[in-house]
């Protein structure tokens, strides 16, 4: 079995996952919520597996190179960590019913790859080979994937805090009895991004470090490095606020999310529609 067979699997895994946390969210039945959590992690295995089998194939095909080089294979990698630090959440905290609001983030990632984008395996060109694709990567994209799920948790947050406050006599019953308190929201949504910017912030330095590898510069103001010191700066600003000013609620998961549109803009937008040193990203 090839690995974009076993992405495919991964994609559809991920898809009943979803509908099993929708279902979850609509039954209040603990055994789909259960079932939606260990659906995904079987997807996550699946896709563990075909990354490895993905870098195993570019190894026979000559090429040779880790499966993070162009756009397809960052997306890939990206709806991995987003499941892989879904699963940590779900694992330690047991709120599933935040997997109907993370768990689309990922399949998204997968069909958008899977559908509409070349899948081939190719070589690296010459600003790629070096080690720091594997440092820069993973650091990025594991901190991505913590502000992927501060936004889904996020969203939870308004959704609740809109329907409580149009309530005119007890807390919202109904669907909002199956999302965690606000306060626990508004914890989750602050810890997630304590995972994120210290992984982002490793992965601008790491970025630098490559930069200095490849073009020999450590900063050159290139699109794709503006835009992630910006994505830098709101999530300081998140923090920031957060300890000194004492934001929570409604502004923190204002900001999450913005943070999150950011992030996108600063992954897919710059390598969609902004050309620069990493044009190259947009490749695949």
Same mark, same amino acid.
């Given at each position: 079995m090839?690995?974009?067979?076993?992405?495919?699997?991964?994609?559809?895994?991920?898809?009943?996952?979803?509908?099993?946390?929708?279902?979850?969210?609509?039954?209040?039945?603990?055994?789909?919520?259960?079932?939606?959590?260990?659906?995904?992690?079987?997807?996550?295995?699946?896709?563990?597996?075909?990354?490895g089998?993905?870098?195993?194939?570019?190894?026979?095909?000559?090429?040779?190179?880790?499966?993070?080089?162009?756009?397809?294979?960052?997306?890939?990698?990206?709806?991995?960590?987003?499941?892989?630090?879904?699963?940590? =959440?779900?694992?330690?905290?047991?709120?599933?019913?935040?997997?109907?609001?993370?768990?689309?983030?990922?399949?998204?990632?997968?069909?958008?790859?899977?559908?509409?984008?070349?899948?081939?395996? /190719?070589?690296?060109?010459?600003?790629?080979?070096?080690?720091?694709l594997?440092?820069?990567?993973?650091?990025?994209?594991?901190?991505?994937?913590?502000?992927?799920?501060?936004?889904?948790?996020?969203?939870?947050?308004? =959704?609740?805090?809109?329907? /409580?406050?149009?309530?005119?006599?007890?807390?919202?019953?109904?669907?909002?009895?199956?999302?965690?308190?606000?306060?626990?929201?508004?914890?989750?949504?602050?810890?997630?991004?304590?995972?994120?910017?210290?992984?982002?912030?490793?992965? =601008? =330095?790491?970025?630098?470090?490559?930069?200095?590898?490849?073009?020999?510069?450590?900063w050159?103001?290139?699109?794709?490095?503006?835009?992630?010191?910006?994505?830098?700066?709101?999530?300081?600003?998140?923090?920031?606020?957060?300890i000194?000013?004492?934001?929570?609620?409604?502004?923190?998961?204002?900001?999450?999310?913005?943070?999150?549109?950011?992030?996108?803009?600063?992954?897919?937008?710059?390598?969609?529609?902004?050309?620069?040193?990493?044009?190259?990203?947009?490749?695949?």
């Open positions: 090839s690995s974009s067979m076993l992405f495919n699997v991964t994609t559809f895994t991920y898809l009943i996952s979803m509908l099993a946390f929708f279902a979850f969210l609509a039954s209040k039945n603990k055994s789909i919520g259960l079932a939606g959590s260990f659906i995904a992690y079987a997807g996550l295995i699946i896709q563990t597996v075909a990354i089998l993905r870098w195993k194939e570019s190894y026979a095909l000559g090429v040779g190179h880790a499966p993070m080089s162009n756009l397809y294979e960052s997306i890939v990698f990206f709806s991995w960590t987003i499941v892989l630090l879904f699963a940590y =959440i779900d694992i330690r905290y047991k709120y599933r019913i935040i997997g109907a609001f993370v768990m689309p983030f990922a399949l998204l990632g997968m069909a958008w790859a899977q559908m509409g984008m070349n899948t081939g395996i /190719e070589p690296l060109v010459p600003a790629l080979q070096s080690n720091w594997l440092y820069h990567v993973i650091t990025c994209f594991l901190g991505y994937a913590a502000f992927a799920v501060a936004c889904g948790i996020s969203i939870m947050y308004l =959704i609740k805090t809109a329907a /409580e406050s149009s309530s005119t006599s007890a807390p919202a019953g109904g669907l909002m009895s199956m999302f965690p308190p606000l306060k626990v929201l508004d914890d989750l949504n602050y810890r997630a991004i304590m995972i994120g910017f210290p992984l982002l912030t490793l992965g =601008i =330095i790491t970025g630098a470090a490559w930069a200095n590898y490849a073009w020999g510069t450590y050159s103001w290139d699109p794709k490095e503006t835009w992630s010191l910006i994505v830098w700066f709101v999530y300081a600003a998140f923090l920031h606020a957060r000194t000013k004492g934001w929570v609620g409604k502004r923190a998961a204002w900001l999450s999310v913005i943070g999150f549109i950011a992030t996108l803009f600063c992954y897919l937008g710059v390598n969609l529609f902004l050309s620069g040193l990493h044009s190259y990203g947009s490749g695949g």
